[in-house]
């Protein structure tokens, strides 16, 4: 079995199997055999049953009588779901994904912003002004970059004051997350922090309008990002193609 550095037996198997399911290796409607698990992951019998418990918690699994255990339909999966985000978006995300994500934050972030302008509190200043250091000491470190963003617009959705507007954070973060894995790893990006300091200060001013607009410049900052890397991936592979092949 792949391990995944931090979690137990139990998680390593959930993390496996769901990994697996959402990469397609399992389509939908096929019936799964929790034999062949156990001999895959080499654990027991237990760890395999407990994970797919998990998993049909998440809507990936159903078990009926007669039927054994199958994969369910991936409208029935629980897309939101924390974990279901992080493993679409862990190895080779799709453009369909990358896209539903950065529409999501079109729509969450600007109205998060207008409510943080009028409604932040001198913590929740703080909290993005520490998240805004962190960003600028991280330099080049790639890892620290992404976790300093993160808290930013953690703290930017926290500063809304909306219990139900704060837990789409878990979308933010697999949008972002993907994003700037994928932007911050090629180490060829656009300086982020003077759009980040002018959402900031709008919103410390308490003027929604212009932290609605430095969303804006933000969302489309990193769009130009993203799509110059990726286009970059596809010139790569283009050139590698046309390359003269070694004769014998």
């Known amino acids: 079995m792949v391990t ?11 993390e496996e199997l769901g990994r697996r399911i959402i990469r397609g290796d399992y389509p939908p409607g096929s019936v ?22 998990v998993l049909a918690s998440k809507g990936l699994l159903e078990s009926k009588q007669k039927r054994g255990t199958t994969i369910r339909p991936r409208a029935d999966w629980n897309l939101l779901d924390s974990d279901l985000l992080r493993w679409q978006g862990s190895s080779a995300p799709t453009d369909g994904f990358l896209e539903d994500l950065a529409e999501v934050r079109a ?5 998060g912003a207008r409510l943080a302008a009028a409604r932040r509190t001198p913590s929740d200043l703080d909290a993005m002004r520490q998240a ?49 894995r994928i932007v911050h790893g090629a180490r060829h990006f656009s300086d982020s922090i003077p759009v980040h300091r002018e959402l900031l200060d709008a919103v410390e001013a308490g003027d929604p309008d ?17 799509a110059a890397v990726r286009a970059g991936e596809d010139h790569d592979d283009a050139a590698t193609d046309t390359l003269p092949k070694e004769t014998p």
């Not at 995944?4 to 959930?14: S, T, Y």
């Not at 969303?215 to 769009?223: D, E, I, R, T």
Request: net charge negative; proline share 3%.
């Open 4 to 14: 995944h550095p931090g979690k137990g037996l139990h998680g390593q198997a959930v």
């Open 132 to 180: 805004l250091e962190a960003m600028a000491a991280a330099g080049t470190d790639a890892d620290a970059m992404v976790e300093a963003d993160l808290a930013f617009h953690r703290a930017l959705l926290d500063a809304a004051h909306n219990e139900l507007l704060s837990r789409m954070e878990v979308v933010i973060e697999a949008g972002l997350r993907v994003r700037d």
């Open 210 to 226: 212009a932290a609605v607009a430095a969303v804006a410049s933000l969302l489309a900052q990193a769009s130009d990002d993203l």
């Open 107 to 111: 729509i969450v972030e600007p109205a």
């Open 32 to 53: 799964v055999d929790p034999v062949k698990f156990e001999t895959e992951l080499g654990v027991s019998k237990t760890v395999v049953r407990e994970a797919m418990r």
